[in-house]
């Protein structure tokens, strides 16, 4: 049970860190830069967090290596980084340059998840479900968009 517990508390940590820096909403090559620190800082907190340097010794193993860790946070805070980088593009879009809002608060959840991850390790999980809602839940919303239009002529 301890792998799990360490494994869902990276989850949560990586999740957050995809979520802070997608949050920020920015377009073209410096998205795609801050998609791969995303990637990479969500890698190193996920394998973290399943060794005993991480400072929560009594949840994680002092034997278990760190490499499982790298992919899967690696995976999980691109898909969340993605995933929020939609929401703050897509309210840029709807509110012009005024994002700043969405963007601090954003950030500010992520803040929250990641820390409450430290404690609540189960919150990584709820972190993913959430963000996997949000996900599917705008591409159903984009692909009925545009359902009712017809051209008349």
């Known amino acids: 049970m301890d792998h799990w517990i360490a494994g869902f508390q990276g989850l949560g940590l990586a999740m957050a860190c995809g979520a802070l820096l ?16 995303a990637a990479v800082a969500g890698a190193y907190l996920f394998g973290l967090s399943l060794t005993k340097d991480f400072g929560v010794a009594e949840i994680a193993d002092s034997g278990h290596p760190a490499w499982p860790g790298w992919i899967a946070g690696a995976v999980f805070a691109a898909f969340s980084y993605y995933a929020w980088l939609a929401v703050a593009t897509g309210a840029r879009k709807r509110a012009g340059q005024a994002v700043l809002g969405v963007s601090l608060f954003i ?13 609540v390790p189960f919150i990584g999980a709820a972190m993913f479900l959430f963000t996997a809602w949000i996900w599917f ?3 159903r919303r984009d692909s009925q968009k545009h359902q009712g239009l017809r051209v008349l002529k």
């Open 22 to 37: 997608g949050g920020v909403g920015l377009r073209g090559r410096a998205a795609w830069v801050l998609g791969v620190v």
């Open 107 to 119: 950030g500010l959840f992520a803040l929250v998840v990641a820390g409450l991850s430290l404690f």
């Open 137 to 139: 839940g705008r591409r």
